[in-house]
Nanobody, 117 residues
């Protein structure tokens, strides 16, 4: 069992920056694929960025060049550095831990990010 706790959300102005953190409990953090998703009001949850267990990273097109995902396996933590924020980035951001072996999938409670224009 893995528990995920996100933090770092808040209200920022257009062009501002935020860093989200997600701390995972449990063992074997380094073997999980970690990702960030977001859900805006009235919309479905969508993929933002992933940091695969082997170090590979990928991003949703609209955040490429603005967001950076990283992880610190020694701290059981994954980060999402967000820069040049836009109002359309406003959403609840969720941390996800996934492992294909065993079909394991865990979610955090979410952290609100609001970008004002």
């Amino acid at each position: 069992q893995v528990q995920l706790v996100e933090s770092g959300g808040g209200l920022v102005h257009l062009g501002g920056s935020l860093r989200l953190s997600c701390v995972a409990s449990g063992r074997s953090f380094s073997t999980y694929d970690m990702a960030w998703f977001r859900q805006a009001p009235g919309k479905e949850r969508e993929f933002v960025a992933a940091n695969i267990w082997n170090g590979y990273r990928n991003y949703e097109d609209s955040v490429k060049g603005r967001f950076t995902i990283s992880r610190d396996n020694a701290k059981n933590t994954v980060y999402l550095q967000m820069t040049s924020l836009k109002p359309e980035d406003t959403a609840v951001y969720y941390c996800n831990a996934h492992k294909a072996e065993g079909s394991l999938d865990y979610w955090g409670q979410g952290t609100q990010v609001t970008v004002s224009s």
